[in-house]
């Protein structure tokens, strides 16, 4: 019981200090107002490794972290994340090896189906959506899947 407390604990301030460099460093990247979400990729290395309750756990932890941050829409962003977590979770690296490419590939489709699930919360009507889609919700998802990539690179390398 003692460790997964810790575990948690772990999670919470990593999830902090990650928003702290979200909301503080992650602008200066920004390429036309799209910036990548590091939240989201602690969400998604956490469901590959652990599976889909620590995935949904660690995505609500995320989630509800940047809704008290920003509280206009408070609770979009637990959801988004919480059902982003446990979709990738349920795929996880016990249930199927995924190496490189196809480990990018699944992290874009994650970052799309994460903006998508939080446009579509925080829209409120269709007017507009296939605009935002290709706009926002599609470079937010190549931009977070491309740091993402990098960051899987790297892994790989200390591996060898």
Do not use: W
């Not at 107002?33 to 889909?52: K, N, Q, S, W, Y």
């Amino acid at each position: 019981m003692k460790p997964y407390f810790l575990m948690i604990l772990k999670r919470a301030v990593i999830a902090f200090l990650l928003i702290i460099i979200q909301t503080s460093f992650v602008n200066l990247f920004s390429i036309r107002g799209t910036t990548p979400e590091i939240l989201l990729l602690f969400v998604f290395f956490m469901a590959m490794r652990d599976g889909p309750f620590a995935g949904t756990i660690t995505g609500f932890l995320c989630g509800l972290i940047l809704d008290v941050y920003s509280p206009e829409y408070i609770g979009c962003d637990a959801l988004a994340m919480t059902v982003t977590g446990f979709l990738v979770g349920l795929v996880n690296e016990r249930t199927i090896r995924m190496e490189g490419k196809l480990q990018i590939a699944f992290l874009l489709a994650a970052a799309f189906i994460h903006s998508l699930l939080l446009h579509l919360i925080t829209a409120g009507t269709p007017e507009g959506t296939m605009n935002n889609i290709l706009f926002h919700v599609l470079p937010t998802a190549i931009y977070t899947s491309i740091v993402g990539g990098l960051v899987i690179m790297v892994r790989r390398m200390r591996r060898s």
